[in-house]
């Protein structure tokens, strides 16, 4: 299928680059099948479902992923950027490098101090380059593992936020709060699940009132979610894996959901290709626990998931050939123009969508 099908105009006046507060005032634009759009907020969430329907949201927590370092180099030393997108094992993590061409197999990097630093290793972190792949790609081997890694990157690294975000302003300590979600757990995320963004306490107990349960899974979002897609057919893009679990138990609890006619909710894309990762042909979820680089484009018919809560997303991006693949193409090119013309805010600071997925004939 052409990219350039999903391609559309976006002025920068419609990119958010600060969330709307309280988080649950944000707007949300309703898509159902066949039907026009309907102008609601978040907060009305509980009001557009129906008791017995289940919410499925990604608990997964940003860590200060980007990381500026120097290439140490016999006599030569070169300022690097790494963003980290996929935890390889204790020790090791996959990540882009900016400028990937400064780097080779072999290559020892320093992050919090200059490579002439004699300072003690408390306050720096050093990594060794072990695969070098295209696209900027590297694979580091830390010197520290596990929590002892954890807390340096915790210490020396940086939120990432996204590309259009980060280019207009700094990052600052509000943003610690903002780009995470009220109910993040586990850490391991380079980007946040947005669609969660919106949620509050005072929402999860409105929801629990109307009978409509919330259960958790974990997906740590990588980097790759914000690269663009640069093949001109999508049989042609290679996805990033990402690492996701979902217990036993919740897997229990939503085909129960599901065996009495409720509805399986997304919270955000993440949530939606974790769930079809793990869903059966009949339409039920098993537990599931690995890599997922599942590319969802239309055509693919859904097994699990029935309704999509998400954000507005990028030109060209796989988020918007999936909303596109659960919603209809020419269904979501209009709800986009409408979004754009009714002053919606995009992307990760930006308002939702709740989409009722659309039936293939």
Not at 81 to 99: G, N, Q, V, Y
Not at 255 to 263: S, Y
Request: with cysteine; aromatic share 8%; charged share 30%.
């Amino acid at each position: 299928m052409r990219v350039d099908l999903f391609d559309f105009e976006l002025p920068e006046s419609s990119i958010a680059l600060r969330p709307t507060e309280p988080r649950d005032a944000a707007r949300m634009l309703v898509v159902r099948p066949d039907s026009g759009f309907e102008d609601r907020i978040v907060r009305d969430l509980p009001d557009l479902l129906t008791a017995g329907d289940v919410l499925v949201l990604n608990d997964t927590k940003v860590i200060p992923s980007r990381l500026y370092g120097v290439r140490v180099r016999e006599e030569t030393a070169a300022r690097v950027e790494i963003m980290l997108h996929k935890r390889e094992s204790a020790d090791r993590w996959r990540a882009f490098a900016r400028p990937a061409k400064k780097l080779a197999i072999g290559d020892r990097i320093r992050f919090g101090e200059s490579a002439e630093s004699t300072a003690c290793e408390l306050v720096r972190l050093d990594a060794e380059v072990i695969e070098k792949e295209e696209g900027g790609e590297v694979v580091l081997r830390f010197a520290f593992s596990g929590p002892f890694l954890e807390e340096a990157i915790a210490r020396l690294g940086e939120l990432p936020l996204p590309p259009y975000i980060a280019g207009k302003r700094t990052t600052d300590d509000k943003d610690l709060v903002d780009y995470q979600t009220v109910y993040a757990q586990d850490e391991g995320a380079v980007a946040a699940p947005t669609a969660g963004l919106h949620f509050t306490d005072d929402l999860f107990r409105r929801l629990e009132e109307r009978g409509i349960a919330c259960h958790f899974v974990t997906l740590h979002v990588g980097a790759g979610t914000f690269l663009p897609v640069k093949a001109e057919d999508t049989a042609d893009h290679r996805m990033h894996a990402e690492w996701g679990s979902i217990s036993a138990g919740t897997a229990q609890a939503i085909n129960d959901a599901k065996a009495r006619g409720g509805r399986v909710v997304a919270v955000g894309t993440t949530s939606l290709r974790l769930l079809e990762s793990a869903a059966r042909d009949d339409g039920t979820v098993t537990a599931f626990s690995g890599d997922t680089a599942i590319f969802i484009t239309p055509g693919y018919r859904f097994k699990a998931v029935d309704v999509l809560m998400t954000n507005f997303h990028l030109p060209r991006s796989t988020l918007f050939m999936l909303v596109s693949a659960f919603a209809g193409v020419e269904q979501m090119r209009a709800a986009y123009t409408h979004a754009i013309d009714s002053g919606y805010r995009f992307y990760s600071y930006g308002d939702g969508s709740l989409l009722f997925r659309a039936e293939i004939r």
